[in-house]
C-alpha cells in the first residue's frame, strides 16, 4: 500500500509545507491587506480547474455563486 501511496502523498507534503513557508514570507514582505486577498484566489482558481480540467459539473450554480462571494470578498478586503 505505501509503495503507491508514499510518493504522492510525500509530494504533497512538500508542497503543502513549501506553500505554508511561502504565505508566511509574503505577510512578512507585504502588507496582509494585500496577501490575504491573493491567498483567497487560490481557492478560485482550484475550483475553476475543477470545473475545466476535470469536468466536475455537481453543484456547478453554488461554485459559480462561491467564486462570485470570494471574489468580492478579495476586492473588499483590498480596499477596505
Known sequence: LLKFTGMP????????????FLALKAYQLADA????????????IAVLLSMFLFGEKEHRAQKVIGLICVLIGAIVLKFA
Not at 510525500?10 to 506553500?19: D, N, R, V
Open 33 to 44: 491587506t494585500l496577501v490575504y486577498p491573493l491567498l483567497q484566489l487560490g481557492t478560485v
Open 9 to 20: 502523498a510525500i509530494i504533497t507534503i512538500t508542497l503543502a509545507t513549501a506553500t505554508y
